[in-house]
């Protein structure tokens, strides 16, 4: 019954800004490091930010270093992509993942994703 559902996806111009939104249930939220990846049709996925648990520390690829902005709460078992500035190469399905190593397992879910496409 583990669920992560993405939401906040749309169409939007070049320079304009979209907030992601990623739901959990069913899993120890707070324990799990936190990842948003992107894949547009015909390439590779993509990593593009990271969030540990709290008190950790946030990453991004280059490509988005300065623009996008990820968080988290909690309280809420939800994650988040601040996404500003966009540019058509943002275009992608963006998707949500969990992930935790303890006890010899790797835990890993994922969400199905939500469409971003950035296009005049």
């Known amino acids: 019954q583990v669920q992560l559902v993405e939401s906040g996806g749309g169409l939007v111009q070049p320079g304009g800004s979209l907030r992601l939104t990623c739901t959990t249930s069913?899993?120890?939220?707070?324990?799990?490091?936190m990842n948003w990846y992107r894949q547009a049709p015909g390439k590779e996925r993509e990593w593009v930010a990271t969030?540990?648990?709290?008190?950790?520390?946030?990453n991004y690829a280059n490509s988005v270093q300065g623009r996008f902005i990820i968080s988290r709460d909690d309280a809420k078992n939800t994650v988040y992509l601040q996404m500003n500035s966009l540019k058509p190469e943002d275009t992608a399905v963006y998707l949500c993942?969990?992930?935790?190593?303890?006890?010899?397992?790797?835990?890993?879910?994922w969400g199905q994703g939500t469409q971003v496409t950035v296009s005049s």
């Open positions: 069913g899993f120890t939220f707070s324990t799990y490091t």
């Open positions: 969030i540990t648990t709290v008190g950790g520390s946030s």
């Open positions: 993942n969990a992930r935790r190593i303890t006890r010899g397992r790797d835990y890993r879910y």
